[in-house]
């Protein structure tokens, strides 16, 4: 099976990697930075760089991984070149399919959310059929997407909101982690600040998944009454913490609707 890939920055390369490990699949791919091309040319050989009327003209699918800002202008560069019918990919967010679908009126639409999890091969990607896409295209799309991890098909309602929470949650999870990191800092634990936050972090995840406890089970099995755990859970709680989470996590659905406009 061809596949065209434009644009391959990390996500684009994760997908490529997950792709020629499969075995099943051709990856030609198109980029405009230079040091991108050479990077990709030297590490992946067998991934061939085409010019964008090449690769339009060479596969039948084409997967698009460009930033939401950029993808208006590759719309109408594909317009113009294409004269076929395509299986069109987008994992740029905040793009809808009715979007594309009024720059690209004979190409069929999948619109899928991966997250980072695809550099490691454990992504959990969500993916939408667009009006003109068939059942054997969401078909072809996951299996695309299960060669960097888990699938789910999802209506295209909840992409925005699942971007905000799967697609950005990494960042999310990480920018905690450095605060507890600076935190156990500035108690005096300079030293193993980093190593002490990643075993905490990594054993915690494996309670809740080896022995299926609930957040709020977890959360009581630690946090005794009257205990360290409660007096800080306790300020937390005084100060809004969780709100102030889930108002950040609007912020970033409402930014996620935005891009697509």
Known sequence: ??????GLGKMGEAIAKGLLKARIYSVCYNEKKEKRIEKISNQY???KYLSMSQLINTVEIILVSVKPQDIKGLLLEIDGISKEEKLFISICAGISTPFIQSYLRKTRIIRAMPNM???I???FTVITQGESATKEDLDIAEGIFSAVGNVKV???DLIDSITAISGSGPAYFVYFLKALRDAAAEIGLSDISEKLVMETFTVT???LNEMGFSF???IEKVASPGGTTEACLRFWDQENFSEILKQGIKKARNRAKELGK
Do not use: R, Y
Not at 1 to 6: C, K, L, Q
């Open 1 to 6: 099976m061809n596949i065209g890939i434009i």
């Open 45 to 47: 050989p067998q991934i």
């Open 117 to 119: 999890g695809a550099l």
């Open 121 to 123: 091969g454990k992504s």
């Open 154 to 156: 999802v209506s295209e």
């Open 205 to 207: 995840m494996g309670i």
């Open 216 to 218: 709020d089970e977890l």
